[in-house]
């Protein structure tokens, strides 16, 4: 098992660009969840989305939009990027309900000139 | 609202040291606790976790108590490899899709 898988990596945008990030995971988890991780600042949840069809806002979703694709995707959209959303991207997973681990992908170092 | 505070770091020590990384954190009801680590340039991984009041949770030598009297979590392992060296979190959820970090906790191990 690949377990939760992002794409890209690294990313360098300028000002006012668009881009997406991609998410995958193989665990068949109902739930999934977009981060981020700034210095000082632990992670903050941007989107989730429990189930397939159903997306809802975290704590800072200004900025962007998420796409639950299927059970296995769940992207995450920035329309246009501004410094301010440089930081680190995680995506994660879980099965449903409070006791439940939840399983995070590498990250995507994304930086907005 | 419900939030966790964690000791402020970084934190360096030497191999075989004792280790301890407080938290605390504020909600109302019954959360489940967790701690996570996250090596260098890598996602976030779960240490251990407890869901109810006086559950221990332990993983690799590290164990956390969840003490609802004075509403901690602390880390402890009693003797710290160079390995250990990472970065660790504490976080607390009443239903998975709430999950509230704390800011992190750095620590160094030397040999």
């Known amino acids: 098992n690949a377990g939760v898988t992002q794409t890209p990596k690294f990313q360098v945008l300028k000002t006012g660009q668009s881009m997406t990030l991609q998410c995958a995971q193989d665990?068949?988890?109902?739930?999934m969840y977009w981060y981020r991780q700034d210095p000082g600042m632990g992670l903050r949840l941007i989107y989730y989305?429990?189930?397939?069809?159903?997306?809802d806002k975290g704590e800072v979703p200004n900025g962007y939009n998420v796409s639950r694709l299927n059970k296995r995707e769940f992207s995450l959209r920035l329309e246009s990027a501004a410094p301010s959303q440089t930081s680190v991207y995680f995506c994660?997973?879980?099965?449903?309900?409070?006791?439940?681990?939840?399983?995070f992908g590498p990250g995507t170092r994304l930086t907005v000139t | 609202g419900n939030s966790v505070t964690q000791m402020e770091g970084p934190v360096t020590l030497s191999e075989e040291a004792f280790l301890t990384i407080n938290c605390t954190y504020t909600?109302?009801?019954?959360?489940?606790l967790f701690w996570y680590v996250q090596y260098p340039g890598e996602g976030l991984q779960l240490l251990l976790k407890?869901?109810?009041?006086?559950d221990k949770g332990s993983n690799k030598g590290f164990e956390a108590t969840y003490r609802k009297e004075t509403t901690s979590f602390h880390l402890e392992k009693g003797s710290v490899q160079v390995s250990d060296s990472a970065v660790y979190f504490c976080?607390?959820?009443?239903?998975?899709?709430?999950?509230?970090f704390g800011a992190g906790t750095r620590l160094t191990v030397k040999p």
């Open positions: 407890a869901t109810k009041a006086d």
């Open positions: 665990m068949n988890h109902n739930s």
């Open positions: 976080a607390l959820t009443y239903n998975n899709n709430d999950m509230r």
């Open positions: 909600a109302t009801g019954y959360p489940s």
């Open positions: 994660a997973s879980s099965e449903s309900g409070n006791h439940y681990e939840q399983y």
């Open positions: 989305s429990a189930s397939e069809g159903t997306t």
